[in-house]
């Protein structure tokens, strides 16, 4: 998957440390720390945490609580994968493919191996919108996806489903750049994104949201994987309160509130616009997004608070999912196509 090229600066330490769980998902998620108002944000497991699934690890004690896996891995060769229409492929894709027995971790590390974790997390990350997948799995729900590392040690996921009982449907989802998009999404085969949107967001253009507040309780904002340099706009009218405050932990920020009396923060930017007192309109160019304070990779970390009560934005924004444009399914549906031949015969998803 081409759009997690998260490559935060893992400390050295972690690299020499460990070869593990741990050193996977530092690699390649963010390594918020996050604001100094956030509890336990500075300890060092907080790069694991901001997995957006530490959802994969299993959290609780029934999660360990060995039950035999069917999950089942081949290696597709590249002989079989049409590997000439995979754009800087270099290495062969591996299918995993498998029937969830009692968590997704073990599903992955059954036989997936020193990647398990890391596969799994940007796995999980694709469902999340409309499942948790470590509460909401079924027995005989099943696993499917192509996946790789690149040279830089990123997971790459290009088509992934995931069969729910829950749902009693199979989830699809298909990496593909919307005409127009700066970034790639997964979408689903009737053209609908996976992803959820925010209206009237703090950015219009970003990879990929990598943590959601319901993911890890002690990291308390929405964070948007974007290039440095991408435009961070108020989704509301508002007054600057605060300017780079605590730049240590928090980087270069803007701190808004919002006419409601909602309090925004806008962490790790790169080139603030806005000073303490201005009034911004609904829209207004705060910054641009960047990759300072405690963060390790470029991303916007975008936080709401009421008095003392930390609020989710997907709970206090108004939530949108896309549909590709009708003149774009036809290339759409080829490459859907394309990417379910990379799948084999998928029996135990469909
Ligand atoms: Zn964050």
């Not at 108004?318 to 590709?324: A, E, G, M, Q, S």
Request: overall charge negative.
């Amino acid at each position: 998957m081409r759009s997690d090229r998260y490559r935060p600066d893992a400390p050295p330490y972690l690299l020499y440390g460990f070869l593990g769980i741990s050193l996977v998902l530092n690699i390649f998620m963010a390594l918020d720390l996050g604001p100094s108002e956030d509890p336990g944000v500075g300890a060092l497991t907080s790069g694991v945490e901001d997995a957006v699934v530490a959802a994969a690890a299993p959290e609780d004690g029934t999660a360990a609580a060995a039950i035999a896996s069917n999950s089942v891995v081949e290696t597709i060769q590249p002989e079989v994968v049409a590997m000439d229409a995979m754009p800087g492929a270099k290495s062969g894709w591996a299918l995993v493919r498998g029937e969830v027995d009692h968590s997704l971790a073990r599903t992955f590390q059954t036989e997936v191996g020193d990647q398990a974790d890391a596969v799994a997390a940007v796995y999980s990350r694709l469902f999340m919108w409309d499942l948790d997948l470590r509460k909401d799995l079924r027995r005989g729900d099943a696993v499917v996806a192509t996946w790789r590392a690149s040279d830089d040690g990123e997971i790459e996921i290009p088509v992934a489903w995931f069969k729910s009982q829950k749902l009693g449907r199979t989830l699809k989802a298909y990496r593909y750049q919307a005409p127009g998009d700066a970034y790639a999404s997964y979408w689903f085969p009737d053209g609908t994104e996976v992803p959820l949107r925010l209206v009237a967001g703090p950015l219009d253009d970003y990879d990929q949201i990598t943590s959601l507040l319901k993911d890890r309780p002690t990291h308390k904002g929405m964070d948007f994987k974007a290039d440095v340099g991408t435009d961070v706009v108020s989704p509301k009218a508002g007054t600057v309160t605060r300017v780079n405050w605590n730049w240590k932990a928090n980087g270069n920020c803007v701190e808004v509130r919002y006419a409601d009396g909602t309090l925004a923060k806008f962490l790790h930017l790169d080139k603030v616009s806005v000073t303490e007192g201005q009034h911004v309109t609904s829209g207004q160019l705060l910054a641009k997004s960047g990759n300072t304070g405690r963060s390790t990779a470029p991303h916007l970390h975008y936080q709401l608070d009421r008095g003392s009560k930390n609020i989710d934005p997907l709970d206090y924004h108004d939530t949108i999912r896309r549909k590709l444009p009708a003149s774009a399914m036809d290339d759409f549906n080829k490459e859907v196509a394309r990417l379910d031949a990379m799948l084999g015969e998928p029996v135990a998803a469909r």
